[in-house]
């Protein structure tokens, strides 16, 4: 398990998810918007013309679209950081998304 940092123009939040994840995040944060745009599973994401999600929507979609089963924890909420600053040393080498 690695620690991943995301974020929904909020607070970022740290996960542990699978390896895999935290090797390629971008890849599957990439994927995740392509399922919440063309899937019919994410229709509760849609509201009206608009998309509502956050980084949690994307949690449940490793959770239980690609893995099936709850893998990834929720570590903490580092709470707002601007981003043109640095994480905090303990995440600093952290694969890091913004949704």
Known sequence: MKNIVISADGDRMVYSVPDEVGKNLRK???EFLDWLYTNPKADK???GGAYCYNEQAFVEYLNKIVYKK???IFVENLGWIDFNLPLPDKYKDCQ???F
């Open 96 to 98: 890091f998304f913004n």
């Open 28 to 30: 599957y944060c990439m």
């Open 70 to 72: 709850e893998v990834c």
């Open 45 to 47: 994401y849609r509201m």
